[in-house]
């Protein structure tokens, strides 16, 4: 598998409370992505980065930041987690190739449950 | 980007060809068409992908027609272990988002 480790992998925590993901690559990637995936809305993206301290918004960035301080960590950080937020994180990575394809490689998820 | 529509869900008998159809007629002249597949709770998994021709790899061939408003994936030889939700996704940018896919089921 691609260097990519999800951390942790099992969370339960309680509605309020900071939860900080961290999904951390050796593949030395530009982009690096986070996706919640919820029964019957499939993968959708959160936010992603594409570099150092470059971030960008996704289709559901509301209630989640996220931080890049060096290529192999990206970590996305519920500030007061909400039972909405219950979900299954995924984190990728990619780097585009010279003709601007971009293929995505995935972690193997970390599961989120608020109460 | 262009929008891109998967049949929900298709069966396939074990051993024999799974054709996964997706219609992308919106596509603009540098959007790439990728496939990629989620086996039950796993991370999505790479498939292929192609701009303007067809293009085969180790696990699949993917058709693109000249028009290039429309592609198929094609898994020669299915086995039980190829079902999963397979996505088509159509972007030339580097946000990707995913459908709903289509559920392929492999059946003995």
């Known amino acids: 598998d691609a260097g990519i480790t999800q951390s942790p992998r099992h969370k339960v925590t309680e509605t309020g409370t900071p939860v900080t993901l961290r999904c951390h690559q050796t593949e030395n990637h530009r982009y690096m992505y986070w996706y919640r995936q919820d029964p019957g809305h499939g993968l959708r993206l959160i936010h992603y980065s594409y570099g150092v301290k470059d971030t960008d918004k996704g289709e559901v960035s509301d209630g989640y930041s996220v931080s890049r301080s060096k290529t192999e960590d990206f970590l996305l950080t519920l500030e007061s987690a909400t039972s909405s937020q219950t979900s299954v994180y995924f984190c990728?990575?990619?780097?585009?190739?010279?003709?601007?394809?971009?293929?995505?490689?995935f972690g193997a998820g970390s599961r989120l449950t608020v109460l | 980007d262009a929008k891109t529509t998967q049949p929900t869900s298709m069966d396939c008998a074990e051993g024999r060809a799974a054709n996964l159809p997706c219609n992308h007629s919106?596509?603009?002249?540098?959007?790439?068409v990728y496939w990629y597949r989620q086996i039950h709770s796993q991370g999505p998994q790479y498939i292929i992908h192609?701009?303007?021709n067809n293009e085969t790899n180790e696990m699949a061939s993917l058709i693109i027609t000249e028009d290039r408003k429309s592609s198929t994936l094609i898994l020669p030889h299915a086995t039980l272990r190829d079902t999963a939700v397979y996505y088509c996704i159509v972007r030339k940018g580097y946000d990707m988002r995913f459908g709903a896919g289509t559920r392929l089921t492999v059946k003995p």
């Open positions: 990728a990575i990619s780097e585009p190739d010279s003709s601007g394809a971009n293929v995505l490689t």
């Open positions: 192609g701009l303007k």
């Open positions: 919106t596509i603009s002249g540098n959007e790439y």
